[in-house]
């Protein structure tokens, strides 16, 4: 299926729902109405999870220091829902051991056991190890520490690419019927008691007037901003943006687990394993007071994280150690808490039916994106007569469905690697490297370009070490991948593999291909707008 191609709903009211918002709330949404049978069009401004769901520090965790603030409900719900992602989308989400040198100066031993008592027990886990302790003098997490961190604790989480997190949903629910059209501004919302007229601007493209039952606002950080200049509405609750930033160092540690380090301000933040050669680290929690389309970080964040670490591993790093660093606004809900750290990571869901329904997304984190969209779909059922049930707990996410390959595993994580085992012993021609890469990121998706191909000449030229045509045909066909940030930077993370010759190298290959279809041309041309 073209993700691309032109798509028109049937007569009648024109879609049930306009999301707003192309990050992982609003795909998730979109992809939970597509099926229940909605007719859902999700615009973004710019590309898919350009912006705060493709910064994160890529954890699918119940968020152990939430407990220390008091976030019992939100950390539970995050717990209920780690195994169920992992069950989902096997491929792109892994475990991940998480190693906390204890520091006695900041957090006393045994506060931190009954914290990892309640992190064990708070949900039920099937895929997971209980906490431990750990001495770190005989561990190999010791290795690469400074002398006197001879104590730990260990507890495992979740690992996930973000980005493509986003760009699975969005593809699932363009597969279920939903017309997704990225780089599309919302530019007008006009209410009327039954319906939502919505005015969006595709680039380069002539401005659509759409009808629509309802309006989802997923705009994360713009949240506020879509209500009060295009909708004309006032806000009935405030965010509070608070910029997260990460750096890439090369890698401080040889083994696979990460770290929970407890800084000298009482935050945490993480040392992860992070494309085999490298170590992410972060992060920030700094007040942004800035613009939302060009967040960065600054000196002062990374010499703090670089300070932070330096206190724990032998190998000190300083801002000249940095290959890359990202930055993201959080859209936290403002609770008035005056530690930015504190802000609660909880959502709320906000339904206005004082005319055509809309719903406002306030606040989320990435770990409980699916049970808040799946709330917002039974928000939404009443006043759209939905009949679709609940879902997307027990379905995988396009790519998932390793064992419709490999046959039933006792855990994903088997299936993953039975699943890159079947693919090597396939495809023996194909670098190791590649084939890891191609079954994380893409699952059985990879099987559209592998499945014809009999050799490498089958996959067209090797563009980029490692980076064949036909990868790059799927991005741009399937996942609406246009230039090469949104492949080298979100779809992939090849950009930190590639001199820059390689990267200039794939972006000419882009711009060499024709123009794409664009979702909304029918509509442009004014086909079934009235």
Not at 347 to 373: M, N, S
Request: a neutral charge; hydrophobic letters at 45%; glycine letters at 8%.
């Amino acid at each position: 299926m073209d993700t691309n191609a032109p798509s028109l709903p049937p007569q009648g009211p024109l879609f049930d729902a306009v999301v707003v918002g192309g990050g992982i709330n609003g795909c998730g949404i979109a992809r939970d109405l597509a099926g229940r049978g909605a007719r859902v069009l999700l615009v973004e401004q710019h590309d898919l999870a350009a912006h705060t769901s493709s910064a994160s520090t890529k954890l699918i965790h119940g968020g152990l220091r939430y407990l220390e603030y008091g976030e019992f409900g939100l950390v539970r719900k995050a717990l209920q829902e780690r195994e169920v992602l992992l069950r989902a989308a096997p491929h792109l989400i892994q475990p991940l051991t998480f190693v906390m040198p204890h520091d006695p100066g900041m957090r006393p031993a045994w506060m931190i056991r009954i914290g990892l008592w309640l992190y064990d027990h708070l949900a039920r886990r099937e895929l997971l190890p209980a906490s431990t302790a750990l001495d770190l003098r005989q561990h190999p997490a010791g290795q690469p520490l400074r002398d006197g961190w001879t104590r730990a604790f260990a507890y495992a989480d979740g690992w996930v690419d973000d980005a493509r997190l986003v760009v699975l949903n969005a593809l699932d629910a363009a597969q279920r019927g939903a017309v997704v059209a990225p780089r599309t501004r919302c530019t007008g919302l006009q209410r009327h008691a039954q319906h939502w007229m919505v005015t969006l601007q595709p680039d380069g493209g002539a401005p659509v007037t759409v009808r629509t039952r309802a309006v989802v606002n997923a705009a994360g950080p713009w949240a506020e901003q879509l209500l009060r200049e295009h909708a004309g509405l006032p806000p009935q609750r405030h965010l509070r943006l608070v910029r997260g930033s990460h750096i890439v160092v090369p890698r401080l540690f040889a083994h696979d687990a990460a770290y929970l380090l407890q800084a000298r301000d009482r935050r945490v933040i993480f040392a992860i394993p992070f494309e085999q050669r490298y170590t992410l680290v972060g992060t920030t929690d700094v007040e942004h007071h800035a613009g939302l389309d060009a967040v960065a970080i600054d000196a002062d964040e990374t010499a703090y994280l670089c300070a932070e670490v330096s206190r724990y591993f032998r190998r000190a790093i300083t801002p000249d150690d940095v290959v890359w660093h990202y930055s993201g606004v959080r859209p936290l809900l403002d609770d008035e808490h005056g530690n930015p750290a504190a802000v609660t990571r909880d959502y709320r869901l906000e339904l206005d039916t004082a005319g055509a329904p809309l719903l406002t997304v306030w606040g989320g984190k990435i770990t409980t994106f699916r049970t808040l969209a799946e709330e917002a779909a039974q928000r939404l059922a009443a006043p759209l007569a939905l009949r679709g049930a609940p879902w997307t707990r027990a379905a995988p996410l396009p790519g998932g469905d390793l064992e419709r390959v490999v046959g039933p595993c006792a855990t994903p994580m088997q299936a993953l690697q039975r699943y890159r085992a079947h693919l090597q012993r396939r495809w023996p021609w194909l670098d190791a490297a590649v084939v890891h890469r191609w079954a994380r990121a893409y699952g059985t998706l990879a099987l559209d370009w592998l499945e014809p191909a009999r050799g490498p000449h089958d996959l067209g030229r090797q563009v980029a070490p490692g980076l064949f045509e036909a990868e790059l045909q799927h991005l741009h066909r399937r996942e609406w991948a246009r230039d090469a940030d949104d492949v080298l930077w979100r779809r992939t993370k090849l950009g930190l593999h590639l001199e820059a010759a390689q990267r200039t190298a794939v972006a000419d290959w882009l711009q060499r291909l024709p123009p794409p279809d664009k979702p909304l041309a029918p509509l442009e041309r004014g086909a079934g707008c009235h």
